[in-house]
């Protein structure tokens, strides 16, 4: 086993050079100067074709760009194929629950579900597709919007403070949205997500190919002190509960889960010409399932979804690093 282990973080490592490469030149200060002119310039020349929004959806822009997260639901949305989308949600869950009864996932502190149980169920990867959510996620950006498809997580409480349940931000793009959907009610001991809003020494600088990944300990070493009110959201609710946030600009993670397993839908998005492409596309898809997936779709919807195919050839070549 530990030799396994050992290979697997080889091949994991060689995979992540080219990736990690192009970072560093990304990097270079006058490289980096000159991609953050042009990105604030892109998003000056988008600000007029920004489109209009509902009093909803103009709270939501505002949560994520005062705090970086804005909590509502599934009922106050109000999108269409919803019921569809949680009929099979809450089933392929209950599955993968009954899974973890039975010990399959004994030593596992997170389970993706697989690409195809959600080809049988496409609404699942569509339902983010609709207007209204683009909308808010196109305004808060500032620019056309790509969508990388989800991540579909089974968490088992196991109170480990492991990979994504460490304070982390991800490096896809300048900014970024997540919306998430429980399918469990989440308390404090059920694994919720937490936004940190305070910085620290070090917080925007990224160390090899991350910010740094701390855990609760390290995090309040870091700060000087504990915790205090104000200082996280930690994103409760019930089943249904939609969390809008931006896992780019803020420190984030999934909270050790102890209490109960629980599962919820993780809906990515980004621009359409991301900072690091290399980082994205971490999802379980193949690239014929994708097309499979945007074929019959809006144009708007085929092209948030087929994004990577109108990457410059440089950007495109690089391949994508292994999570």
């Not at 300048?174 to 917080?203: A, N």
Request: some cysteine; overall charge neutral; proline content about 5%.
């Amino acid at each position: 086993m530990k030799q396994t282990t050992l290979r697997y973080r080889a091949l994991r490592r060689i995979r992540s050079l080219p990736a990690e490469t192009a970072l560093r030149v990304l990097g270079i200060p006058a490289i980096s100067r000159r991609l953050s002119g042009a990105y604030e310039a892109a998003r000056a020349s988008h600000q007029p074709r920004l489109p209009q929004l509902s009093q909803l959806e103009m709270d939501i822009v505002a949560g994520l760009n005062t705090n970086g997260v804005h909590i509502t639901s599934l009922e106050k949305l109000g999108l269409p194929d919803t019921d569809a989308l949680w009929r099979s949600a809450t089933e392929i869950a209950a599955a993968y629950a009954l899974r973890a009864a039975n010990g399959e996932f004994d030593g596992e502190y997170t389970v993706q579900v697989g690409a195809d149980d959600m080809m049988r169920h496409p609404h699942i990867v569509r339902w983010p597709l609709n207007d209204r959510i683009l909308n808010i996620v196109e305004t808060y950006l500032g620019l056309p919007v790509a969508y990388d498809t989800l991540n579909f997580f089974y968490t088992v409480a196991d109170g480990r403070q492991i990979a994504a349940r460490r304070w982390h931000r991800d490096v896809e793009d300048w900014r970024m949205v997540k919306v998430v959907v429980y399918l469990h009610d989440v308390d404090m001991d059920t694994g919720p997500l937490e936004i940190l809003h305070r910085s620290f020494s070090g917080s925007d600088a990224l160390d090899g190919a991350n910010y740094p990944i701390l855990t609760q300990e390290m995090l309040e070493q870091r700060l000087g002190r504990t915790l205090e009110d104000g200082d996280v959201t930690t994103c409760t609710g019930r089943a249904g509960t939609v969390i809008f946030t931006d896992v780019a600009t803020h420190y984030h993670r999934g909270r050790p889960a102890s209490a109960r397993d629980r599962c919820a839908l993780f809906y990515n998005f980004f621009s359409r010409n991301p900072l690091r492409p290399f980082f994205c596309e971490r999802h379980v898809f193949s690239r014929e399932q994708l097309s499979e997936l945007a074929a019959g779709q809006a144009a708007r919807a085929r092209h948030c979804m087929l994004w990577r195919s109108n990457l410059p050839l440089l950007a495109r070549i690089v391949p994508t690093a292994p999570l």
